[in-house]
């Protein structure tokens, strides 16, 4: 169970919680992350050449899809679907809508008004308490929130879930991932106990290399499975829900009900669209490139990653030194080299801060000469300071 | 009160809502038109071009809004916070979600779970009972379905409501309008009794040539204000909700609830705001043209419009024949004219059909003669058929 400390600590941080946190001024750590030359983390900056590339080479002449009909959200929905495996799809404006929708779906079929999930689930903590105040639904919340949920958590809930959420990766403790074979055991548990089963798969195609299996194969433990397109992806916003016939057909009317069914979801349809093709099957790529990055971090005195080998392209890096501190460092380090290795560390107490890095098309386009100048340099500075 | 006969009817309706009907296959009088010369309604079609030149000759630089933040959704907000002499506005994905979540705060604020509105709106037509299914608020259905809300029926109605939704113009009967006094009327008798008022401006832009007034003064009546950006302005999506600053702020937590803070609304925003400069003040010439168009469409044998002279740039026209016969005769006048003056009927019973007038910027480029060409083919037509 969260204290309220801590969720309201992990709530603060829902502002800081993408790659690029343009917005904060007088950020010397922005500033310079900006500045520098060769960033290491993320595809690219959020601006308006992500959705003019997208667009600009597209037949201007596309009809629109209105209100969820129509070639282009139809085409995209069953492309979707046929990537998980699944039968149906519905794209969705945002994951929040989509995943609390999903839910109350089980939810109202089990008659029962509880599900359970992760203490850091999305749902949890960035939502602002959504899936309560509008589908008044219990949580249960499962296992500590420093690691991911294991089949025994599952079997020691004593309180009847109609639902049970996992998220693979679970972002909020660095993309940890439980096995493979833990996933198919919670899966087969789950089903004897009619327990409907969802995946919270905001980053699941970056989990793909390390599992060496398909999204469907993934997705075929579960009953119903939510996307996003504006993570590993790199698009502007949306995701997808997928699961069967009946399911789909109930999220529609909710769509509807939340104002989701937009009269135009195109801007979001055609960027996921154009950005999946780029960069579904580069995912290995950032993977391997992540692994690398990790040792580098440490290699680092006072500096480990979590997990300690990358499962994912993404990774938590722990300093177990001021904020300021490694802010200083970092700013020094991104001005003498044009290395830009984070754009925001995040509190820990007084002694200890961390950052988020995700990679992605950016990675590989960094020279690894100045890279491991960087790290020397840091290792130096870190050192000094000790 | 709505039967639920008449409410499955208008249900029905939802999915032919909008101008340009582009999904029906199958279709004659829509594929007629659209292979019309000059077509009569709208701005133009709903393709992927109105996208690519909204943002187009954008700067690619500039940042995206991240979650709320960022200056390119912070600008928009205090612009039209200030052209509807607000104190401040938030962007929403749709006009559902930020009414809903209007109706909640005022729910809230004064602890009565019930609003009142027309039988005929949005809310209760259009939106799969979004308000009672998320929110348990109930709604008090005022004047019949014919006629827009007078003063009377509000001093009349004898249950306890925290907030009276008023839709300016009354989309659902031809765009019809309360006088402006009547307006003043029931604000001042809402003050007086602490009843919320809220506008739903989805076509507030469309009334203010008729009333004569800015959309400062019309909105100043009200509690809250809502305005869309894809119906007169021509944009892709989205819409703004307006009130004071506490308001505002409770309607951003419940945004994030809905999952309608997305990362990045930029793509709307953008079209909004170029399609909102180029259209804001042309609402005068489409009312001017709707009177006109009206007036072509009364001179007719069994067909009359409602209301009988337009008070915006929308109106419907009623057929006293059947959808058959209608249909048969367009279709045969847009192929010997060019002119197309609507993609869609609507049927009311056997003998009668009605379709939904919208003029923007095509109107003005249809030439007349072959305008009055193609009602007087059609007068000749409806005459040799009775």
Do not use: K, Q, W
């Given at each position: 169970m969260l204290s309220e400390k801590n969720k309201s600590q992990w709530l603060q941080l829902k502002k800081y919680s993408e790659e690029e946190q343009t917005m904060s001024n007088n950020n010397p750590l922005l500033e310079a992350f900006k500045q520098a030359?060769?960033?290491?983390?993320?595809?690219?900056?959020?601006?308006?050449q992500v959705l003019q590339e997208a667009i600009g080479n597209m037949n201007g002449q596309q009809e629109s899809d209105i209100y969820g009909t129509g070639k282009i959200i139809e085409e995209f929905q069953a492309k979707m679907a046929n990537f998980l495996g699944k039968e149906a799809a519905v794209f969705f404006p945002s994951g929040t809508m989509a995943q609390q929708i999903a839910l109350r779906i089980w939810s109202d079929e089990k008659g029962i008004k509880k599900v359970a999930y992760h203490p850091l689930s999305h749902l949890e903590i960035h939502e602002e308490d959504g899936l309560k105040e509008l589908h008044h639904i219990e949580t249960v919340l499962l296992a500590e929130k420093s690691r991911v949920i294991e089949l025994s958590d599952v079997q020691s809930m004593d309180e009847e879930v109609a639902c049970l959420l996992l998220e693979l990766p679970q972002r909020e403790i660095g993309g940890q991932l439980p096995s493979f074979e833990t996933l198919v055991e919670i899966s087969n548990y789950c089903r004897e106990k009619g327990i409907k089963l969802h995946l919270d798969?905001?980053?699941?195609y970056e989990v793909l290399p390390y599992y060496q299996k398909t999204a469907a194969e993934i997705s075929q433990l579960f009953d119903s499975v939510y996307i996003s397109f504006y993570k590993g992806i790199g698009g502007i916003a949306g995701a997808i829900l997928a699961g069967d016939e009946a399911f789909i057909k109930k999220s529609k009317v909710w769509k509807r009900r939340y104002g989701?069914?937009?009269?135009?979801?195109y801007p979001y349809i055609v960027s996921a669209d154009y950005y999946f093709d780029q960069r579904v099957n580069k995912m290995g790529t950032y993977y391997d490139g992540a692994k690398e990055l990790a040792q580098l971090y440490n290699e680092l005195p006072d500096v480990s990653t979590r997990?300690?080998?990358?499962?994912?392209n993404m990774f938590h890096v722990h300093f177990r030194r001021s904020k300021e501190e490694i802010e200083s460092i970092l700013v020094e380090v991104y001005n003498k080299?044009?290395?830009?290795?984070?754009n925001h560390l995040r509190e820990i107490g007084d002694e200890e801060c961390y950052c988020e890095v995700s990679l992605g098309d950016r990675y590989v386009d960094v020279p690894k000469h100045l890279l491991e100048k960087a790290f020397q340099l840091i290792n130096e500075m870190l050192k000094a300071k000790k």
């Open positions: 030359a060769y960033p290491v983390i993320g595809h690219g900056p959020r601006n308006l798969g905001a980053r699941l989701g069914d937009l009269i135009s979801l997990p300690m080998e990358p499962v994912s080299t044009g290395i830009g290795l984070t």
